[in-house]
């Protein structure tokens, strides 16, 4: 079965740094891209960025550009989103989702998301 | 920057078609594809390509394209349908995708 595992939920006060992770299971790690979604509460999908755990190749969508970091480890199938500085306004669920090249890239299979919480 | 437009609410009856619009602000624009959200629960994909639909999705979804609008089609809409819609695609660089800003579908 095809999985996206995500790390549990955070509490964290403004300024602390954070990694959350998505881990792989059940399909090629390697050769789909990993696309991070961020959901404020009551809002929509926002899209943070992508990264091909392949070869690392990662672009992030122009809002987000500066304001997060996205990696991965391929040895472990595992994809990060990282914050060197929480505001209270990352405060939002984000979810990561593999993009499936058979179809136009759109994500088939999504995480159950990761609640960030950042509050004094 | 790309941006998509999607109407904020679509309400129909059971049994009715609703039809989501997704509109982008520029010239050619990559594959459309949509996705569903209950409340408190994951998106799902349910229409790729603009116009295919994935496994196990009902085929009263649909989706077409025309010049810069797509739209997904709900045919035979049930109760089970209330959702938020999404589209999303790629910005013709490659280099970002872009949600919709989302439609809630009401049915009445």
């Known amino acids: 079965e095809v999985q996206l595992v995500q790390s549990g939920a955070e509490v964290k006060k403004p300024g602390e740094s954070l990694r959350i992770s998505c881990k792989g299971s059940g399909y090629t790690f390697t050769t789909h891209w990993i696309a991070w979604v961020r959901q404020m509460p009551g809002k929509g999908l926002e899209s943070i960025g992508i990264i091909y755990p392949g070869d690392s190749d990662t672009r992030y969508s122009p809002s987000f550009q500066g304001q997060v970091t996205i990696s991965a480890d391929k040895s472990i199938n595992t994809a990060y989103l990282q914050w060197s500085s929480l505001k209270a306004s990352d405060s939002a669920m984000y979810y990561c989702?593999?993009?499936?090249?058979?179809?136009?890239?759109?994500?088939?299979?999504w995480g159950l998301g990761t609640l960030v919480t950042v509050s004094s | 920057s790309y941006e998509l437009t999607q109407p904020p609410s679509v309400s129909v009856s059971p049994g009715q078609t609703a039809r989501i619009t997704c509109s982008a602000d520029a010239l050619p624009q990559q594959y459309a594809c949509w996705y569903q959200q209950k409340p408190g629960r994951t998106p799902v994909l349910v229409i790729y390509k603009d116009s295919e639909r994935p496994s196990g999705i009902p085929e009263r979804f649909s989706g077409s394209s025309s010049g810069t609008t797509v739209t997904l089609t709900i045919s035979g809409v049930q109760a089970e349908d209330e959702a938020d819609y999404y589209c999303q695609s790629e910005h013709s660089s490659g280099t970002y995708w872009v949600f919709g800003g989302g439609t809630k579908l009401t049915v009445l």
């Open positions: 989702a593999r993009q499936e090249p058979a179809h136009g890239r759109a994500s088939d299979v």
